[in-house]
């Protein structure tokens, strides 16, 4: 069975950075594709960054140059490293993956299914 937990979030001023990280269990495929998602209260979730299994990496408008995603085959990790902190990226991150999409589809807009979920994390700016 495959597991995601989700850990690095916090509470940071605006301007700052944080770091997520994902441990990745279960599975030793890397052919997955890995994704972040986050959600605001009261929004819809948005799909933040994604990564496949050849390396590509795709953004959401909101968050690109500021936002890096990355992950480390080796010690099924994924990360999120986040810079130029804006009170608008407050919201609960998760970790999702899914080895049937694309990560350009789930920066895109509707989010499409993901399989696997983690239990998220907590990410608050204040301004």
């Known amino acids: 069975q495959v597991r995601l937990v989700e850990s690095g979030g916090g509470s940071v001023q605006a301007g700052g950075s944080l770091r997520l990280s994902c441990a990745v269990s279960?599975?030793?495929?890397?052919?997955?594709?890995m994704a972040w998602v986050r959600q605001a209260p009261g929004k819809e979730r948005e799909g933040v960054a994604a990564?496949?299994?050849?390396?590509?990496?795709s953004y959401a408008d909101s968050v690109k140059g500021r936002f890096t995603i990355s992950k480390d085959n080796a010690t099924n990790m994924l990360y999120l490293q986040m810079n130029s902190l804006k009170p608008e990226d407050t919201a609960m991150y998760y970790c999702?993956?899914?080895?049937?999409?694309?990560?350009?589809?789930?920066?895109?807009?509707?989010?499409?299914?993901?399989?696997?979920w983690g239990q998220g994390t907590q990410v608050t700016i204040s301004s």
């Open positions: 990564i496949d299994s050849d390396g590509s990496t």
């Open positions: 279960g599975y030793t495929d890397s052919s997955y594709c």
């Open positions: 999702a993956a899914d080895p049937f999409v694309l990560a350009r589809t789930v920066v895109a807009g509707r989010i499409p299914f993901l399989g696997y």
